[in-house]
C-alpha cells in the first residue's frame, strides 16, 4: 500500500501562489510506472472534488475551475507529485490531498491511497 504525505499548503493573500508536493512512500518502483496520481480538495461543507490528474505517460487532466492557474507534475522517479498554484482566489480555500492508483480514469486515479492532506487558505 502506497503511502502519501502532503506538504506545501498555508495561507496566502488572493492572486498569490503555492506549491503543494505530496511523496510516495512504500511505493514499488516497478509497480509505480503504472500508477496516476492526483490531487483532490474538500472545502468545509462541500464534497471532494478532482483538481488535476497525471497518467503513467505524463498525460495530465484539470477541472475547469482551473482555468490555467495550476500545473500538475512529477519527479522522473513518479515518487513526489507536485502542484504549482498560481492567482489563487478565495475560492480555492480548501484541504488539498493526493492519491495513486494503478487504476486510472484517464488521468485520474480511482479507489486509490490518499494522503492526510494540506490545508490552503486564500484570503481576499
Known amino acids: 500500500q502506497v503511502q502519501l504525505q502532503e506538504s506545501g499548503g498555508g495561507s496566502v493573500q488572493s492572486g498569490g501562489s503555492l506549491r503543494l508536493a505530496c511523496v510516495a512512500s512504500a511505493y514499488n518502483p516497478r509497480r509505480a510506472r503504472r500508477y496516476c496520481m492526483g490531487w483532490f480538495r474538500q472545502a468545509q461543507g462541500k464534497q471532494p472534488e478532482g483538481v488535476a490528474g497525471?497518467?503513467?505517460?505524463?498525460?495530465?487532466s484539470y477541472a475547469d475551475f482551473v482555468q490555467g492557474r495550476f500545473t500538475i507534475s512529477q519527479d522522473n522517479a513518479k515518487t513526489t507529485l507536485y502542484l504549482q498554484m498560481n492567482t489563487l482566489k478565495p475560492e480555492d480555500t480548501a484541504k488539498y490531498l493526493c492519491s495513486a492508483s494503478p487504476d486510472c480514469r484517464g488521468s485520474w486515479p480511482q479507489f486509490g491511497s490518499w494522503g492526510q492532506g494540506t490545508q490552503v487558505t486564500v484570503s481576499s
Open positions: 497525471i497518467d503513467n505517460n505524463g498525460r495530465v
